[in-house]
């Protein structure tokens, strides 16, 4: 046989191709993540050594996934590709918390800081991004992830973040996968699907080889043999490189494969000298790379001998050489035909020495962390479940500190279920300082931000089960965990109960310097109430709060409560006290080191400055949280809701495209598993800029695209219901408008604000349907008393938040529009109130209102005094309207301008000679004819049916209605019948 272990290579051309393809659109600022898949064997490793050998002025990052069936390593390839990353300059000058959240993927974990724990995971992978652009901004960087069908979710996650949010990057991400893995769990494949599916993603499959590369191959291992040997190994290996070559290489080449290529596999095994077999047994066993020393300490055998060994084991081409000291099997296929055939006992044997070897000497695995995640799995397969619980519970906290906590709670669930139990009479059992509950309450926290989420609470009801009842201390803490995890959950209920019970039960005294557990409990509750609109109640919680947490100096409490307490505030007493409660929120914060805190202070700070009418102060504030949030790689998860608030204080003050465009651009980046919660209300937000600048289409799309909203996420829900509302409205549905806003009643005192603008949209529908004769309504519009009942329940309920927050300008505002909206829908209404809400929203700050109620002025003008009446309103709506951009409400000012003849130029007091008198303005250029079709459109029949009705084609009525469209300057038919309604002529063309 052939000694030489690499052969020529060959049949790869095309795909090569591909790969340079990907570099060059990579140096072109335009980066791409290639999956290359295959069945094993099928030469992916190969194809990407030999690509990536002669690559030039690149930098090439390479790490490998490892098969563990147990534990995982979170971030394990990526840690290993960053490596040499970790010992260079390129982390100078980077914010030394951006400095240590990034350390779990440069394998420097540290443990987690700071009292939130919601935006961890996703500060790791904000800032692996950014580490890599860095990296990226000085040569082009390929990174190469091996074998991802054994990935890790904390690197798959990586993954779909890096493929939604690269955008001009010199990166390549390659990954490699086999395509007949049999054992994936299901997240896995959902999540290598998710990730084939991305724009940016490309997919090499490696067909098999030709017949004639096939025989190239297997001449170059074995140049003796003959053309029909030749030709019988190239039926057999069936177009798979590895096949080939292993087959070439067996003693025999007529050998049966009745499982492919296992027996000629372990015929090559036992071949071995006894010490050499056994090296490569100990190999399989470990799965991964084998340091010398580890060999040494498992294999009974001296060290030349075993060096000996050693060497056959690597001439022959069952192993080969792994970086300086380590060493792996050459083939996964081979690791699996060598472990499979080991007896029961030898598989004992051997994973007991490893764990024993591997528990005495942590660093011949590279350290702690790893050996935790090794020792729980050999430990495990060597029957020895009990031994495995520690390691596990290292591996599960290391987890933690590598941000990944999905994999910490899959590692916490496992320990769970080998927990040892108590003797009889004795104390619980303990494993690391920790029994069962504090198990319990750490798989929860892993649990809280996830998919997950309800197993959490879950846990935690099981946890206070087991709790003693006379440790009142431990119960609390349960407790108000358990009431934060309900509340994320959306059971509000459930919550406020088990804070209630928390507060009740936790002892008043500290239970260490500097920490309150009594004012976290007070604290939690009064969080729960304030997002429940309680706001009185959430006061008086977190005063108490706020007075045990001075007591024992606990300053992350105080900071927590203050930021909570300020939307209180500016809701009881106004933002003159908020506004400094939230200021001392962010320095304490600040003092603190507490990122989390501090970005959760600037959020509320821009919340409590939107309640307060300060739009300009709100959208600066966002600003600024931003730029910290951009600081320590959190801008696409903290920093996407302070764009949020951002957008919405613009929206506020009609700044509708400048939201329009902050929206977008972070839509764009807003992508992977981080954006899970922030994405739908970004894209609810931009709903409402969409239609306020009357791209109905792009408004409906962005809902589309939200999908199914959480129940729980009532902000989210909120949004939709409102822009869905308006959008109705828009496109001539109030019928539906209505319904968005009946359907959120039991939401609508959470907040004074937005609950005051749902029962504005919701009078303007009722006034819209009831200005319509009964006989004209929708099929589905409710009957007229329940449109009055319903208007007058809203009416009320304004009334109620409004004098909640009576100090608050938008509050005064939103309930002077219901007010006159109600009164509309009564047929009271007079241009001389909408002429004075114009004015107060004016001075407000809300130009957009003042222009619609002038524009409502305006149409009241004209059916009361006619044409003439309409061009002072007329011309301060477009005046205010001028400066936000064209949008829907400027579209109508402009309608009505054209149909009453008035140039909005013109100066004031001007009066056009042409005007008729009254509303015959808007009809004069419409035949009579016209005049009875536009009735009929009015009515919603269809051209047939006007045909029928005036005894005409349905060809001629079709034509009129084309220029009745015209001559109104409407684009369609709902248009048209709006524009009746709107401008009261239903008694000229419709009755």
Sequence with gaps: MGAGLRTAYVGRDAERGLLGQALADVVRAEPRLVLVRGDAGSGKSRLLDEWSRDLQEVTVLRGGCQRLTTT?????????????????????????????????????????????????????????????????????VVLVLEDLHWADQATTDLLLFLAGNLSVERLLVVGTLRTDEPSQPQWLREALTQLGSMPRCSRIDLAALTDPAVAQIIADVEPALGADDVGRLVRRAMGNPFFAEELARASDPDQPLPEALRDVLLVRHAQLPPTARQIVQVVCVVAGPVRHELLTGVIDADVADLNVALRVALRDGLLQRHGSDAFVVRHALLQEAVYGDLLPGERVAWHTRVAERVDADPELVGGPERAAAVLAEHWQAAGRPDLAVAPLVRAARAATARRSPTDAARLWRTALGLWPDAQPGAAPATVEGLDRPAVRMELAVSLRRGPQAADGVESLRLALDEVGRDDAARRAEVLERLALHLNDTGDGEAALAAAREACATAPTRPLEP????????????????????????????????????????????????????????????????????????????????????TLR??????????????????????????????????????????????????????????????????????????????????????????????????????L?????????????????????????????????????????????????????????????????????????????????????????????????????????????????????????????????????????????????????????????????????????????????????????????????????RVRLDDPPGHVDARQPDRTDGVLVDLTSRERQVLGRIARGETNRQIGTALHITEKTASVHVSNILSKLHVRNRSEATALVYRLGLDEEVVL
Excluded at 569 to 579: I, K, S, T
């Design 601 to 702: 202070a600037w959020i509320n700070l821009t919340y409590v400055l939107e309640s307060a009418g300060r739009w300009a102060d709100a959208a600066q504030a966002a600003r600024s949280g931003l730029q910290v949030a951009e600081r320590h790689g959190l801008a696409l998860t903290n920093g996407a809701l302070l764009t949020a608030n951002e957008a919405t204080a613009l929206l506020a003050c009609g700044r509708f495209a400048e939201a329009r465009q902050i929206l977008e651009t972070v839509l764009e980046s807003a992508t992977g598993p981080t954006a899970r919660t922030t994405r739908p209300y970004l894209l609810a937000v931009l709903g409402e800029a969409l239609v306020e600048l009357g791209a109905l289409d792009e408004a409906r799309g962005a």
């Design 72 to 140: 995982h390593l979170p971030y394990a390839p990526v840690v290993q590709a960053l490596r040499p990353v970790a010992a260079g300059p390129l982390l100078d000058g980077w914010h030394p918390a951006a400095r240590a959240a990034v350390s779990p993927v440069l394998a420097a974990a540290e443990p987690p800081t700071g009292q939130a724990d919601r935006w961890r995971g996703a500060q790791v992978l904000e800032l692996t991004l950014a580490l890599l652009a860095q990296l990226a901004a000085q040569r082009p």
């Design 704 to 900: 589309h695209a939200i999908g199914p909203v959480d129940p729980g996420d009532v902000l989210t829900a909120n949004q939709v219901a409102l822009v869905s509302g308006s959008l109705a409205l828009e496109e001539g549905s109030p019928q539906d408008a209505l319904a968005q806003v009946v359907g959120r009643q039991e939401f609508l005192a959470d907040d004074p604000t937005s609950g005051l603008r749902m029962c504005a949209l919701g009078l303007r529908a009722a006034a819209d349907l009831l200005g319509r004769p009964t006989a004209l309504r929708a099929a589905d519009a409710p009957a007229e008393g329940d449109l009055r009942s319903a208007a007058d329940d809203l009416a009320a309920r304004a009334d109620a938040l409004a004098a909640a927050a009576p100090w608050l300008p938008p509050c005064r505002t939103l309930l002077a529009l219901c007010r006159v909206e109600l009164a509309r829908g009564g047929g009271t209404a007079t241009a001389q109130e909408w002429t004075a809400l114009a004015q107060a929203c004016l001075d407000g700050g809300q130009p957009q209102l003042a222009g619609y109620a002038w524009l409502r002025g305006a149409e009241l003008a004209l059916a009361e005094h006619g044409a003439p009446a309409v061009a002072e309103p007329l011309r301060r709506a477009a005046d205010v309207l001028a400066p936000l951009g064209p949008g829907t409400l400027a579209t109508w000012v402009r309608r009505l301008a054209d149909v009453a």
């Design 514 to 597: 500097g920490r309150s557990l009594a004012a976290r409990c007070h604290a939690t509750l009064g969080a729960i109430r304030m997002v429940r609109g309680q706001y009185e109640a959430s006061h008086e919680e977190c005063e108490q709060a706020l007075a045990l947490a001075r007591a024992v100096d606990d300053l992350a409490t105080r900071a927590y409560v203050l930021a909570v307490d300020g939307v209180n505030v500016v809701v009881l007493d106004g933002p003159d006290r908020a506004v400094p409660s939230m200021r001392e929120a962010l320095e304490l914060s600040e003092r603190l080191g507490d990122v989390e805190a």
